[in-house]
T-cell receptor, first 116, second 116 residues
Framework: AQTVTQSQPEMSVQEAETVTLSCTYD???????LFWYKQPPSRQMILVIR??????QNATENRFSVNFQKAAKSFSLKISDSQLGDTAMYFC?????????????FGTGTRLTIIP | GAVVSQHPSRVICKSGTSVKIECRSL??????MFWYRQFPKQSLMLMAT?????????EQGVEKDKFLINHASLTLSTLTVTSAHPEDSSFYIC????????????FGDGTRLSIL
């Protein structure tokens, strides 16, 4: 079974600063996908970024980028130039590359607060 | 693209009532939909995987007769909480994914269920 660990329950950072959220996972699979989802106070789950394990290049989406270290099973999220709207719960998630069994395994989340 | 609509957003009802929650993929076909439950300040807990045209697969510990799932079309899955009791009060979220492998799950806005 897969496990996803987010060791930072809460973080806060000043607006415009850069923050990195950590995520580690444990799996015996060689091919899989990793995601970061954001859940603002509205509680909607919003996809932030997606990484395919077979790709060495780190995914980026505007101010959001990841540091994917496959050997270390680490998948951190970096938010640059943080904005007040980035305040949310952030969940790291793992998905096996097995068609028909593409369940997500979520971490416990990191509550990020951007301070004005 | 990849919009998922969940309805209703909020339900308040008396104990013993059955409540139906709908999850629709608006601009794509979803062979598979997922139903989650989220307790306050916790991560998402997968309840069941809903496959179009077949029986849902429930996670361990989830009562099939309590949480009825129907996935009658490629764009609609429903969760019915039967004979709801106060302990069923929670936030329920659905997600849907495009059939192609490796695609992320896209989430509805959730339903806050309160049983009096």
């Amino acid at each position: 079974a897969q496990t996803v660990t987010q060791s930072q329950p809460e973080m806060s950072v000043q607006e415009a600063e850069t923050v990195t959220l950590s995520c580690t996972y444990d799996t015996s699979e060689s091919n899989y996908y990793l995601f970061w989802y954001k859940q603002p106070p509205s509680r909607q789950m919003i996809l932030v970024i997606r990484q395919e394990a077979y790709k060495q290049q780190n995914a980026t989406e505007n101010r959001f980028s990841v540091n994917f270290q496959k050997a270390a099973k680490s998948f951190s999220l970096k938010i640059s130039d943080s904005q007040l709207g980035d305040t949310a719960m952030y969940f790291c998630a793992f998905m096996k590359h097995v068609f028909g069994n593409e369940k997500l395994t979520f971490g416990t989340g990191t509550r990020l607060t951007i301070i004005p | 693209g990849a919009v998922v609509s969940q309805h209703p957003s909020r339900v308040i009802c008396k104990s013993g009532t059955s409540v139906k929650i709908e999850c629709r993929s608006l601009d794509f076909q979803a062979t598979t939909m997922f139903w989650y439950r989220q307790f306050p300040k916790q991560s998402l807990m997968l309840m069941a995987t809903s496959n179009e045209g077949s029986k849902a697969t429930y996670e361990q510990g989830v009562e099939k007769d309590k949480f009825l799932i129907n996935h009658a079309s490629l764009t609609l899955s429903t969760l019915t909480v039967t004979s709801a009791h106060p302990e069923d009060s929670s936030f329920y979220i659905c997600s849907a994914k495009i059939t192609q492998g490796g695609q992320p799950q896209h989430f509805g806005d959730g339903t806050r269920l309160s049983i009096l």
